[in-house]
């Protein structure tokens, strides 16, 4: 069974493959039968990296159904956990997050029933390194293509979750047990592709790339392959050529339709490359200008549509070096300071801030069952602690004061026009605001009363429920304190517990903030709210505008 499937009755036309080697229906066997003897011919955990793409649900329904046949069979050990996993980044695709969640919530049940230990789980970011705190925070900026940076979202918000996942799971794992990781990439789907699974080894049984046990069960599969076993996939059990874990998986074609805005299978009339809709997160710049997936998803799905227009800001800011923060807050020994585009400035942050905010509370107004939540309380207060120790705000409690506005007294912000800067040059420099000034001998302000006692964690760490009652209970007054230093708040945050950082950072958290309190103090962190490059103009220190 290799069918070339064209919606398009007008145009439809017979499409020539070559001869497989096998109908696909054996070779979908052949790929469970490779998969259960993965797992018996020695103790073998299976991690299925499913992304809700048509690709890793093939490979997902053939793995459930391999430890099914083998639990059928008395074959599967009950004290080896198997694990799908699945990436969150925390700004997904509400339509994409909704479907893999409906997802992994069908493993669950299928599992239980057919006696199969699985674990079906998202993958997060830690907070700190969230999109909400590392970037809204003021600590970088968006990743922007054809601009030689890199990619760091995928390897932050991505692979690094799923890899601390596996870690996590193999350490539970009884003595000799393996983990292998199933993977969908196949042959056919691009040369860069190839090339990486070639580089893998991919081949018919499990290779050893680089430390870690890979299986490749679909490599050889084309694209037709893999649709006709979504649209004739049965439940597991209940006949047909191919085996599903869910009762349909007719959705996953619903989904790419929606993204693409016509049949997914050929594209449109055969003129276009099938399959090539964007299912990302709703804030990636990689799209371009436009998004023409999360553009299709909106006609349908009106959720989407704020989400789509709050992408368009922030990719206007591309260019505008006026929205950028230059002042670095890592003052050397001389009293220079690095003068280079880092993250947004306060100003846009702020902007940001309450947009999100504003956003969050007209879907709850629209929906008892709201589908996103892109700041919640925890990231609120990882927010407001960013902002203190980085100096960006020229007020204190500005994130807990955008919270109060929109959440307590119904105020709501619209989402900024859109920047119409050109391209500018925004190297870097060095500027001598403290010249001859070493920070050595001031005394720091990070925890300055002595005898407090704080939390200390392995890393940042906001306590949710913390959190949600901090905003709650002393929002409001907080909220009102418009007199003290904006860099006070980290004290505050530490004395009420809500906010626990490595023992390891103090001394440098002391230091950043005796920075940003003498930068305050000669003026310059009005550039860190105001935005845009400052330049030195003489000996004496003076700031200008540039761009």
């Keep these: 069974m290799n069918l070339a499937i064209n919606l398009d009755t007008e145009t439809a036309a017979p499409t020539t493959f070559e001869p497989a080697a096998a109908p696909l229906p054996q070779r979908a066997r ?89 674990k079906a789980q998202w993958a997060l970011p ?91 069960p679909i490599a050889d599969w084309t694209t037709s392959d893999v649709w006709d076993y979504i649209l004739f996939a049965q439940p597991f059990g209940q006949g047909g050529p191919f085996p599903s874990y869910a009762t349909s998986l007719a959705d996953v074609l619903e989904v790419y339709n929606s993204a693409n805005g016509e049949c997914s299978i050929v594209g449109d009339s055969g003129k276009r490359t099938p399959c090539g809709a964007r299912t990302g997160c709703w804030a990636c710049p990689y799209a371009g200008k436009s998004d023409e997936s999360l553009t299709n998803m909106a006609k349908d799905n009106p959720e989407m549509a704020p989400l789509l227009a709050l992408r368009q800001y922030i990719v206007s800011l591309r260019h505008d070096v006026g929205a950028r923060n230059f002042i670095g807050t890592d003052i050397k020994d001389g009293g220079d300071i690095n003068i280079s585009a880092a993250g947004y400035s306060g100003r846009v942050l702020l902007d940001l801030l309450r947009a999100c905010l504003t956003l969050d509370a007209e879907e709850m107004e629209r929906s008892d069952n709201p589908a996103f939540q892109i700041i919640t309380p925890q990231e609120l207060v990882a927010i407001e602690w960013n902002w203190a120790i980085r100096g960006i705000q020229v007020r204190p409690w500005e994130a807990t004061r955008a919270w109060v506005e929109v959440h307590h007294q119904g105020k709501r912000f619209p989402i900024p ?51 949600m009652e901090m905003l709650s209970i002393e929002g409001d007054m907080l ?23 490595p023992a390891s950072r103090r001394g440098e958290l002391d230091r ?6 003498r930068l305050r103090e000669e003026g310059v962190m009005q550039w860190a709210f105001h935005g845009g490059r400052p330049e030195l103009a003489s000996n004496e220190f003076q700031l200008e505008m540039v761009g």
């Design 126 to 216: 830690s907070l700190a390194e969230s999109w909400q705190v590392s970037v809204l925070g003021g600590r970088r900026q968006m990743a922007w293509p054809s601009e030689g940076q890199s990619q760091y979202c995928s390897v932050d918000w991505k692979i690094k979750p799923i890899d601390a996942l596996k870690r996590q799971h193999a350490e539970s794992f009884p003595k000799g047990v393996r983990q292998v990781t199933l993977l969908g990439s196949r042959f056919e789907e691009s040369a860069r592709r190839t090339a990486n699974m070639n580089d893998q080894g991919a081949g018919s049984g499990v290779v050893d790339h680089q430390g870690r046990l890979l299986a490749y």
């Design 479 to 501: 909220a009102a304190d418009t007199e003290k230093a904006p860099e006070s708040v980290a004290n505050s945050l530490l004395m009420r517990g809500v906010v626990s950082i």
């Design 30 to 118: 052949q790929a469970i039968d490779l998969l259960k003897a993965i797992v018996t011919e020695q103790p073998t955990s299976l991690l299925i990296a499913y992304s809700g793409g048509k690709d890793s649900t093939v490979v997902t329904s053939l793995a459930l159904a391999a430890l099914a046949e083998l639990a059928q069979e008395g074959k599967l050990s009950g004290d080896i956990e198997h694990m799908a996993v699945t990436s969150n980044t925390g700004i997904e695709n509400p339509v994409i997050e909704r479907h893999v969640g409906s997802h992994l919530r069908a493993m669950r049940t299928f599992c239980a029933e057919h006696g199969i230990s699985l």
């Design 417 to 467: 026009s859109a920047s119409t800067a050109a391209p500018a040059q925004a190297g870097g420099q060095s500027l001598h605001p403290l010249e001859g000034e070493t920070l050595g001998s001031v005394t720091t302000p990070l925890m300055a009363n002595a005898g407090v006692t704080v939390a200390t964690g392995s890393r940042l760490e906001v306590d949710p429920e913390g959190a």
């Design 512 to 517: 950043r903030l005796t920075a940003v309190a």
